[in-house]
DNA sequence: CGTGTCGTTGAGCGCTTTCAACCCTGGTGG
DNA sequence: CCACCAGGGTTGAAAGCGCTCAACGACACG
């Protein structure tokens, strides 16, 4: 974990630009920047423990982050993938419970660490803040019901399927054509598969002309096709010859 | 859903004896009253279902709610099982988005509505209100999270052990016998299993004397011997003679 | 050209589900 | 008092799906 020490105003500055504090009052910003800290973490450098006490509010600056539950056979369950602006461990911060979950970073990184004390009394003091951070974790909620609800699904091509679809809102009426936001490997620990299995259904989904793929290039062709798999329990038929 | 007509007053004073509302001021209670309904729903009612846009936040008076969501064979994922003193709703009405969830009464239940609009206003104007149900949210999210690494573990036997041991926290180092809080049935759904799993995870537990059950009565004489079961992947070895 | 990471493919096993029948309990009415 | 029924739960047998293990391929980087 490699600290750079930074200006308190240059942190304000950086946090300023993210998403995370979009509409922010600038003096709420600086208020929040007092004790806060910058610093670099390398690919699959650990953070925080399952079980560790958070002592600040981290906030990606670049790279991304990986929150998984380490399970007894080694493999992990991916909570989430943080991205530039977002952030992570509010909850843990405001009901001082341990945290649930372990945080890695999923490539190297930049981070900004807000003071627990100080994000704490910022909270008690401002509305505004308390309403904003109110909506993050509600949205954060209902997200992760959702993908409850992808882990639910009872076979595995469903389960991608209802992946694939809940990957497609920004606008794509046209560009019926994207990247996969992460690894497979990741994205198959989210959705409770094995990488394995992961890649044997993109590839059955291919084969079918559900989509077509080129690494991490996707391609849906047919959204209601895609629609009726996530739905229809298509028991993975013969798939020999059409 | 049968409205009992019943005067604001009253509704206020069922409020105030609900652990939900445990602190709050008595002219915040009078004023989320107004516009409030109690009414009445029979065992199997449907009082909403996935993708409903909610209008009102659901307090259970009396009765259960099962939070569950209709997957593709039949089956149902268990979310949250919802008792007296508890409500549900909350993140939808906040964030104006579509219900993630069906709620059924598990049991003939009363239930007090809360107006959308004047939990929206109440929320907007006090500081107060506002941070209680970010403590509140916060919470869920963290035992949602929880939910989840139970049903992330790799093997039926764990996600059961790993259930018992997180059913322990009310005191139980003298009284280590409980009852289970639910339906066989739904406790397999909120882990992810089927019944028939759940109840021969169940019976095995007892035929190797880590607990011993009669109905839905539980006794667990070893909880250190649980917790290896939760974490070890002790693979369901041989079983046929110690 | 070696090394590390990511991903694909193949073969086999075993757990979980599914479908089925059966048991047990409590309530109801003749 | 007992027959009957509905709901909840248990148990058995069979089948399939996903996991594990392992080897291989593709690609980037130094």
């Known amino acids: 974990m490699n600290f750079t020490s930074i200006p308190t105003a240059q942190i304000q500055d950086t946090m300023a630009r993210l998403s995370y ?9 600086a208020r929040l920047a007092v004790g806060a800290k910058q610093f670099a973490l390398l690919r699959k450098e650990k953070l925080a423990a399952k079980g560790d006490r958070l002592e ?5 600056v670049s790279g991304q982050m990986r929150l998984f539950i380490p399970l ?22 405001i009901q001082d419970e341990p945290c649930p979950f372990e945080a890695v970073a999923g490539k190297d990184s930049h981070l900004i660490a807000i ?11 401002s509305q505004a803040m308390t309403e904003r951070t109110l909506n993050l974790i509600s949205q954060r909620l209902l997200h992760t019901l959702h993908d409850i609800e992808i882990c639910a699904q009872p076979s595995s091509l469903q389960r991608v399927a209802h992946y694939l679809v809940h990957l497609r809102p920004p606008s794509l009426d ?8 992460a690894l497979k490997r990741d994205i198959a620990a989210k959705l409770g598969l094995s990488q394995e299995t992961f890649s044997r259904m993109l590839a059955f989904m291919a084969q079918q002309g559900f ?10 062709d047919d959204w209601n ?4 798999l996530a739905k229809a329990g298509c028991p993975m038929e013969v798939a020999g010859k059409n």
């Open 21 to 29: 504090f979009e509409g922010w009052d600038k003096e709420q910003l």
């Open 174 to 181: 046209t560009e019926q054509e994207f990247r996969l936001p």
């Open 72 to 93: 007894s056979n080694g493999a992990e369950r991916v909570v989430s993938l943080v991205e530039r602006g977002d952030g992570f461990g509010e909850p843990c911060l």
């Open 225 to 228: 096709r895609m629609h009726g």
């Open 56 to 60: 600040a509010l981290y906030i990606v």
């Open 115 to 125: 003071d627990k004390l100080v994000y704490r009394r910022e909270l008690r003091q």
């Open 211 to 220: 989509i077509q793929l080129s690494g991490s290039q996707v391609r849906v």
